[in-house]
Nanobody
Framework: QVQLVESGGGLVQAGGSLRLSCAAS????????MGWHRQAPGKQRELVASIARYGHTDYADSVKGRFTISRDNAKNTVYLQMNSLKPEDTAVYYCSADWGLVKDWGQGTQVTVSS
């Protein structure tokens, strides 16, 4: 099990940028994969980006070329750099730790993109 704390959300205009951070309570290299998910009102939670233990990254089609997931192993922190933000990116963003059959979740951070 791991505790995850997200930060960095906020209000930004369309076309702007934000960087989300997810601080983990243990060595993130002991976790199979770390991910960022989002949930907009009335919609299901969706995977935005993930980074596997050995560095492989994956992105939702809707964010490819705009979002970048990265990590700082020394700080046990995962980041989501979000550029060229759109109003449809508005959601609560959650960090996850994927253990295979089970995920741990952070509390979420709100991202609001105004048009």
């Amino acid at each position: 099990q791991v505790q995850l704390v997200e930060s960095g959300g906020g209000l930004v205009q369309a076309g702007g940028s934000l960087r989300l951070s997810c601080a983990a309570s243990r060595n993130i290299l002991s976790i199979a994969a770390m991910g960022w998910h989002r949930q907009a009102p009335g919609k299901q939670r969706e995977l935005v980006a993930s980074i596997a233990r050995y560095g492989h990254t994956d992105y939702a089609d809707s964010v490819k070329g705009r979002f970048t997931i990265s990590r700082d192993n020394a700080k046990n922190t995962v980041y989501l750099q979000m550029n060229s933000l759109k109003p449809e990116d508005t959601a609560v963003y959650y960090c996850s730790a994927d253990w295979g059959l089970v995920k741990d979740w952070g509390q979420g951070t709100q991202v609001t993109v105004s048009s």
